[in-house]
T-cell receptor
Framework: KAGVTQTPRYLIKTRGQQVTLSCSPISGHRSVSWYQQTPGQGLQFLFE???????NKGNFPGRFSGRQFSNSRSEMNVSTLELGDSALYLCASSLSTGIFDEQYFGPGTRLTVT | AQSVTQPDIHITVSEGASLELRCNYS??????LFWYVQSPGQGLQLLLK??????LVQGIKGFEAEFKRSQSSFNLRKPSVHWSDAAEYFC?????????????FGTGTRLTVIP
């Protein structure tokens, strides 16, 4: 069974631009969660989607948004990029229970904002 | 407010030695507790979790953790470390709120294993 895939793996953007990251969960998994990892703030939960609906949300500003499609694939969007948005963005999928369940993580997308 | 503290930034142990990684949490109710491991080749992986019941939890790769409510701790242990255990370890607490469940991670402990 294929694991969680994230595209692109690396991305360089300029401050003020927007970016969209993609995540394909493990087949059969309906919950997709997103996390941000930075040296300064560590690992932080962004949000979780289940059945195309945002089920849980962390403490991030509205510039960070996401969506989930009917095939459970998810996208995360960051608008008006700031230098501090430079991070490794991780996506995780689980069967149904979500962030308290056993989650399977993708390799991440490394975003650099210049 | 919920928080997780991992007091050791970096730990070095010899292969075959025992290991204990410390984790203290702050949470008002009975917590959901997790240990994750992150290594370059394997990404982030769940080692074990505690929701309720037996306070000694067994995980994958020979790891175990003990929940001690009186000490607000959830320390990770392994009796004999292997070189492949070198990685970064994260403790996390799950906060339950309707529509706003959240996972709070500690800052991580980097484990180096000496042959």
């Amino acid at each position: 069974k294929a694991g969680v895939t994230q595209t692109p793996r690396y991305l360089i953007k300029t401050r003020g631009q927007q970016v969209t990251l993609s995540c394909s969960p493990i087949s059969g998994h309906r919950s997709v969660s997103w996390y941000q990892q930075t040296p300064g703030q560590g690992l932080q939960f962004l949000f979780e989607y289940f059945s195309e609906t945002q089920r849980n949300k962390g403490n991030f500003p509205g510039r960070f948004s996401g969506r989930q499609f009917s095939n459970s694939r998810s996208e995360m969007n960051v608008s008006t990029l700031e230098l501090g948005d430079s991070a490794l963005y991780l996506c995780a999928s689980s069967l149904s229970t979500g962030i308290f369940d056993e989650q399977y993580f993708g390799p991440g997308t490394r975003l650099t904002v210049t | 407010a919920q928080s997780v503290t991992q007091p050791d930034i970096h730990i070095t142990v010899s292969e075959g030695a025992s290991l204990e990684l410390r984790c203290n949490y702050s949470y008002g109710a009975t917590p959901y507790l997790f240990w994750y491991v992150q290594s370059p080749g394997q990404g982030l992986q769940l080692l074990l979790k505690y929701f309720s019941g037996d306070t000694l939890v067994q995980g994958i790769k020979g790891f175990e953790a003990e929940f001690k409510r009186s000490q607000s701790s959830f320390n990770l242990r392994k009796p004999s470390v292997h070189w492949s255990d070198a990685a970064e370890y994260f403790c996390a607490v799950g906060a339950r709120q309707t529509g706003a469940n959240n996972l709070f991670f500690g800052t991580g402990t980097r484990l180096t294993v000496i042959p």
